[in-house]
């Protein structure tokens, strides 16, 4: 269980970065580049979490890591055009987000003993 606490705190505060970083970006205002890489460094530690929570034999978190996979995916894609072609990808972000939350939602879930038909 501790890995699983360990990857919500680690994906919280990506969210609250991710938050940050689309407030600005969807006002126009420049990211912190700190900012964009501390969200990336955290969303990565708490994938790291719940695979080895995976490892060690909880099949619950198998969803997340598929939908980490793809969120990751396009946050990288959306960045990527963002910095060759120096505009925001919105529908990318939102792709980004929204399934963001809703694999939060699932580990949080998971994490406080939910059960929610995995």
Do not use: E
Not at 51 to 79: H, Q
């Amino acid at each position: 269980m501790v890995p699983l606490t360990g990857s919500l705190a680690a994906f919280t505060v990506a969210a609250l970065l991710g938050a940050l970083i689309a407030f600005d970006l969807f006002r126009g205002r420049p990211v912190d580049r700190a900012i964009i890489l501390t969200h990336a460094g955290m969303a990565v530690l708490g994938a790291l979490l719940a695979i080895s929570a995976a490892l060690m034999g909880d099949k619950r978190v198998y969803l997340n890591i598929a939908l980490v996979v793809v969120i990751a995916l396009l946050g990288f894609t959306a960045a990527t055009r963002r910095y060759k072609t120096g505009q925001v990808q919105k529908p990318l972000l939102l792709a980004h987000a929204g399934i963001a939350v809703v694999c939060y939602l699932i580990l949080a879930a998971v994490v406080f003993g939910v059960n929610i038909g995995l």
